[in-house]
């Protein structure tokens, strides 16, 4: 559940942009990290989507919203009961 305090503390720190300079660069530095994450997302294919500096933050993120998925699946009683891997033939 650790996808809920990341989600607070965006939509709150707007909100406390007035209150000084750690706030601002908080809210920068969080603005900066999820724009890493979304170029990541956006070019995952592409070579420059493929550096640290956007792959981190995309995986980070992608954990976060599987986390968020489940718990939503929870919530509706929906349960994966079973899994299978998928095999590719050989050629």
Same mark, same amino acid.
């Given at each position: 559940?650790m /996808? *809920?305090?990341? =989600?607070?503390?965006?939509l709150?720190?707007?909100?406390?942009?007035?209150q000084? =300079?750690? #706030?601002? =660069?908080t809210? =920068?530095? +969080? !603005?900066?990290? #999820?724009?890493? @994450?979304?170029?990541?997302?956006?070019? @995952?294919?592409?070579? !420059?989507? +493929?550096l640290?500096?956007?792959t981190?933050?995309? /995986?980070f993120?992608? *954990? #976060? !919203?599987?986390? @968020?998925?489940?718990?939503?699946?929870? *919530?509706?009683?929906?349960?994966?009961?079973?899994? +299978?891997? +998928?095999?590719r033939?050989?050629?």
């Amino acid at each position: 559940l650790m /996808y *809920i305090p990341f =989600l607070v503390l965006l939509l709150v720190n707007p909100l406390l942009w007035e209150q000084g =300079l750690f #706030y601002k =660069l908080t809210l =920068l530095a +969080q !603005v900066a990290f #999820y724009g890493c @994450a979304g170029i990541g997302m956006a070019l @995952a294919r592409k070579k !420059v989507g +493929q550096l640290k500096l956007f792959t981190l933050p995309f /995986y980070f993120c992608m *954990i #976060y !919203v599987a986390a @968020a998925m489940a718990t939503w699946n929870v *919530i509706r009683g929906h349960r994966i009961t079973s899994w +299978q891997t +998928q095999r590719r033939e050989a050629a």
